[in-house]
């Protein structure tokens, strides 16, 4: 009995069960899920937390300063021995106390987004717990942010409009009411700026219609253009007798080229006429922006003097202390002013000073415990122009909802606004739009080429080492690190094809024959393609008889097909004819540099693997019975592709496709060689002719990510704005993902079978 | 010395052909056809004629190049690169094998259908009218026409008509099947090559087929694979038993069944025979 036991103990080992092992498994899943949710939750809570508007607040400092801020969060931090230098004497007494014999101890600062950037020279600050003098901060209601086109946000209290205000509104509505109408006339000089660039463009298309004449006909031209303009500078207008004026100064050129330079000349008058007038309208436009703006009061503290005033009389004090008058160069009478006065801590004081119904003047005061002195501090005061306001909140008078409005807002003008600050603030919908524009080109050119492919390798080519080992290469190029295909992208796409649609080519890097030869080779060519012709019909003709040497004519037919493929291409980089497309613009390249062509360009190469790998799966999950069936019925090689095989394999191409898009549009390394540029407001595609603009470069989200990140001159202040990218990218990608999810699920459900 | 043994050997052996399938009038007639995949070789000299309006069945154990002789027909097998062959068929006079001739041509006068029902992933009515589609006929009277047509050759035309838009792998598997034999004789061919039709299907489903056939039977000449004695003798007419790529004995089903001349066949057909 017990031996039997003992027997079947021994062959149940515990291994063989597999139990320890769902530890093992069960524990790295979960690992790997924690990973992964780690990931997800700190994108997402990083990119929606930054546009939220957080509570300001005021906080006095032991040594007397004043930390002031929007409270982003709290943070622990070592308190050690070294780190007690920082402080002042008050705090470090403090902190002291709080170390006693230990070395270091772990105390908590809080985090201050401080904006004022001009003043205060950061953006953000951390401020340690021991140094405060108090730990309930004061949440002024007062406090305005105005977030601006330059410089970032500024916090502070309104002090002075420089325009009358309608005693009916509050300060706010008027605010904002001024913005509306500065930002209407802002409109108009943006539009005087595109006329007068349009002008520029006018011009300097004149100018180059003189440099194509110079370049067709070998002349130097240089001089008289420059004569030609500067007799422009001193007409007025264009009459017909100014030709005669101008006769001496040409006559010594062709007539093709007179005629371009006389056509010069009638622009260069009209540009100039309308540019003075242009610049008149954008000085009046100019002189009205700058007659609105606003005095704010920033908490930034500047010592005004000293005055002998209780705590009590401070704050049981309704009116305004005599003294202070002449420190603060009020105006009226002094008890004009109502006196409030708020606790930042004990000895620390916000003090409000208000006539009737103008803007409070803030003071912050320091008494003294030991005397009845207090020293007065007046807040900095900073002229803000209402047309650099792109909005305006009072952060501390919000509601959640308004807090929700506010965020909505932002989330708007993130998505669909311009870049402000470099990047760091406003929106990235030029990025957005690169990327968009940037991948749907990429698959439009990788679409036809992938699909084509893989199709002939699955449906066409007879299997072999030859196709095995080229599969075998397709597969690890999708392996290829991507920088390498900007590498290549650089400098064959831009340099290489760009530089000899630009300027033929010589600007590629080419060497073109002699005509003589050129031509010679032409010939050469033309019989070898004739011939290569000539084979492949006859052997096409006769491709029944199965004899020996129909298939060498064949394979010479292939040959010869190769053959004549290379001679047009070296006939296209040999062309001494050629002189490229864009040869006047010279030396300053249109397509012969990183541009939205070449990017999508690059990155439909870096996505063909990804296209050919899933167009082959996709085929080959096509049961061959359908192929025999339809064959059976008398179709042809192309019909039963084209009706039976590619219907039926098309979920699975379709899903191919847009992963391979989903990861075009989160490649970043190549983009930064072949046209990604960190910030404009061309877009490449928009409503102007020919609306889509592939020699343009462009913004891409996730190279804004990088560049805001790590090469804006503020990381600091960027990096909000790249955590939101960052949950943008992963937004746009995850949503393409899903749609190949979803559609491969209900295209998959119309083929499946009933079963029997 | 018994035959099979003989050519499971490698000996040639002399094909049992009764006078009554010799003296029949044929559509397709087998001549001396030989059939290699690569070097290997799948089909021995076979001659045989199949009767025009008869169902001529194929039986043999699997592996014996029943579906290969049937591809050879309509030259499926062209689809194999290693295939080669030698010898001949023509169908009504004509070479099958002839250089000039069009491949395409040539399986629109032949339907087939295979052993797994394979209806298109398209509508009931687009999987019908499939062999018209591919010769680009559009006008929708003529398809609609040959649609109902085929489908009642198919005896499927009443459990179907109301639902011709849906998708053809909606059907039951026995469904499936007929709609496949509609298909076949969409075109209206010469042969209908059929290859184990029933044996993916279900008894009530393989009833209704082999109904069918016994109906499409005089207007289209037949030839079946079938690995089921009972079918071979219930529907069809003339019968041949194949071994290992070599045609055995062929001759009217009676007489197949009841009398044959070779014992290795009366062995096969009764079981005995592993
Ligand atoms: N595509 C092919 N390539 C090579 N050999 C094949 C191929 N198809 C069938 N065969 C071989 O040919 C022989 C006959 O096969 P098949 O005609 O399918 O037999 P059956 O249909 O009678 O069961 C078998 O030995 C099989 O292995
Ligand atoms: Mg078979």
């Known amino acids: ?756 | 010395m018994n035959r099979l043994k003989a050519i499971a050997d490698g000996q040639d052996i002399e094909s049992v052909v009764h006078e009554e399938v010799m003296s029949c009038d044929p559509v397709l007639s087998i001549q001396n056809f030989s059939l290699y995949y690569g070097r290997k070789q799948a089909l021995h000299s076979i001659t045989m004629p199949i009767a025009k309006g008869l169902v001529t069945a194929l039986v043999g154990p699997s592996g014996c190049g029943k579906s290969t002789l049937l591809r050879s027909v309509n030259r499926m097998n062209d689809l194999i690169d290693s295939v080669s062959i030698e010898g001949d068929m023509l169908l009504g006079g004509d070479s099958i094998f002839s250089p000039g001739l069009d491949v395409i041509q040539l399986r629109k006068r032949m339907g087939m259908v295979f052993q797994k029902p394979n209806p298109f992933p398209m509508s009931i009515f687009e999987n019908v009218v499939y062999p018209l589609r591919i010769d680009g006929e559009r006008n929708k009277s003529t398809l609609m026409q040959v649609c109902e047509q085929s489908l009642r050759g198919a005896a499927l035309w009443d459990e179907v008509k109301d639902r011709l838009g849906e998708s053809g792998l909606s059907l039951s598997g026995g469904q499936q099947q007929r709609l496949c034999i509609a298909r076949a004789i969409a075109s209206d061919p010469e042969v209908l090559l059929l290859d184990e039709p029933c044996s993916a299907l279900d008894p009530i489903a393989t009833s209704k087929i082999e109904d069918l056939i016994e109906k499409l039977k005089g207007d289209y000449s037949i030839l079946i694979v079938t690995h089921n004695m009972q079918q071979a003798s219930r529907i069809s007419d003339h019968t041949a038993f194949m071994y290992l790529g070599r045609l055995v004995e062929m001759g009217p089903t009676s007489t197949i069944f009841t009398r044959p001349r070779l014992r290795e066949t009366e062995d096969y057909i009764t079981g005995r025979f592993g």
């Open chain 1, 1 to 756: 009995m017990s031996q039997t036991l003992q027997r079947s103990r021994g062959n149940h080992r515990v291994a063989a069960q597999g139990e320890p092992m769902i530890w093992l498994t069960g524990g790295m899943f979960a690992i790997a899920c924690l990973m992964i949710l780690c990931l997800l939750g700190f994108v997402l809570y990083q990119g929606l937390a930054t546009l939220w508007p957080r509570n300001y607040l005021l906080v006095g400092m032991l040594d007397g300063e004043l930390a002031a801020g929007e409270y982003l969060e709290r943070r622990s931090y070592v308190l050690s021995q070294q780190n007690l230098k920082d402080l002042g004497p008050k705090s470090r007494a403090e902190a002291e106390g709080l170390l006693g014999q230990q070395s270091e101890v772990t105390s908590h600062q809080w985090y201050l987004r401080t904006g004022n950037y001009e003043v205060t020279n950061r953006h953000f600050q951390f401020v340690p717990e021991v140094s405060m003098a108090s730990d309930a901060p004061l949440y002024p209601p007062d406090i305005w942010l105005l977030e601006r086109r330059q410089w970032g946000n500024l916090y502070g209290f309104p002090k002075r409009f420089s325009w009358d205000i309608d005693s009916r509104t509050t300060s706010m509505q008027a605010v904002h009411e001024a913005m509306k109408e500065t930002a209407k006339i802002s409109h108009r000089m943006e539009a005087a700026k595109r006329e007068l660039e349009h002008l520029d463009r006018r011009l300097a298309n004149a100018r180059l219609s003189v440099r194509q004449v110079e370049l067709s006909e070998d002349s130097d031209l240089q001089k008289v253009t420059e004569d030609v303009l500067a007799a422009a500078m001193n007409e007025t207008s264009v009459d017909p007798s100014m030709e005669s004026r101008f006769l001496p100064v040409i006559q010594s050129v062709s007539q093709r080229a007179k005629d371009a330079l006389m056509h010069l000349a009638r622009e260069a008058i009209e540009v100039q006429a309308e540019q003075v007038h242009i610049n008149e309208e954008l000085a009046t436009l100019e002189q009205e922006i700058q007659s609105r703006s606003i005095v704010m009061q920033l908490p930034v503290l500047d010592s005004i003097g000293s005055i002998s005033v209780s705590k009590n009389a401070l704050t049981s004090s309704k009116t305004c202390p005599e003294e202070l008058h002449p420190l603060l160069g009020l105006e009226g009478i002094p008890s004009d002013y109502t006196m409030r006065a708020a606790a930042i801590a004990e000895h620390q004081f916000l003090v409000a000073l208000q006539r009737s119904e103008t803007q409070p003047t803030y003071v912050w005061f320091h008494t003294d415990p030991a005397s009845d002195t207090a020293t007065v501090y007046g807040l900095r005061e900073h002229t803000v122009l209402v047309a650099d306001i792109v909005r305006l909140i009072a952060p501390n008078q919000l509601s959640f909802l308004g807090k929700l409005g506010v965020y909505a807002d932002r989330w708007t003008e993130f998505l669909f606004g311009q870049p402000r600050e470099a990047g760091v603030e406003g929106g990235v919908f030029p990025a957005i739009w690169g990327t968009i524009v940037m991948t749907l080109i990429m698959s439009m050119v990788v679409m036809p080429f992938g699909v084509l492919a893989a199709l002939y390798m699955r449906e066409y080519a007879r299997g072999g080492w030859l196709l095995s080992a080229i599969r075998i290469s397709i597969n690890n190029l999708a392996g290829v690190p991507s920088i390498v295909y900007g590498v290549f992208g650089l400098s064959f796409f831009c340099y290489t094809i760009g530089g000899y649609i630009d300027g033929g080519p010589v600007k590629a890097g080419f060497t073109p024959w002699p005509e003589a030869t050129w031509f010679s080779a032409l010939a050469l060519f033309a019989i070898v393609g004739l011939i290569a012709f000539t084979l492949s019909f006859l052997t096409g003709q006769n491709a029944e008889k199965n004899s020996f040497w129909l298939r060498w004519l064949s394979l010479g037919s292939g040959l010869l097909w190769i053959a004549t493929l290379v001679g047009v291409v070296i006939l296209l980089i040999k062309i001494p004819m050629f002189r490229g497309f864009y040869e006047a613009q010279l030396p300053n390249p249109t397509f012969g540099k990183g541009c939205l062509l070449w990017a999508a360009c690059t990155l439909a190469l870096l996505t063909l693997p990804v296209v050919i790998v899933a167009t082959e799966e996709a085929l080959a999950a096509v049961p061959n019975s359908l192929r025999e069936g339809s064959y059976a019925c008398g179709a042809g090689k192309w019909q039963t592709i084209e009706r039976i095989v590619l219907p039926y394999a098309r979920p699975g191409i379709i899903t191919g496709f847009i992963l391979a898009m989903a990861r075009g549009a989160g490649e970043v390394a190549p983009m930064m060689l072949v046209g990604a540029i960190p910030l404009t407001t061309d877009l490449p595609l928009d409503l102007e002719f020919p609306f889509l603009h592939g020699s343009r470069s462009f913004m891409h989200l996730g190279f804004q990510i990088y560049a805001l990140g790590f090469q804006s001159q503020n990381s600091e202040a960027a990096k909000p704005m790249v955590f939101t990218a960052t949950l943008l990218l992963l937004t746009i990608v995850t949503l393409l993902n899903l749609t190949a999810i979803w559609l491969r699920a209900r295209l998959r459900k119309r083929f499946q079978s009933s079963q029997f």
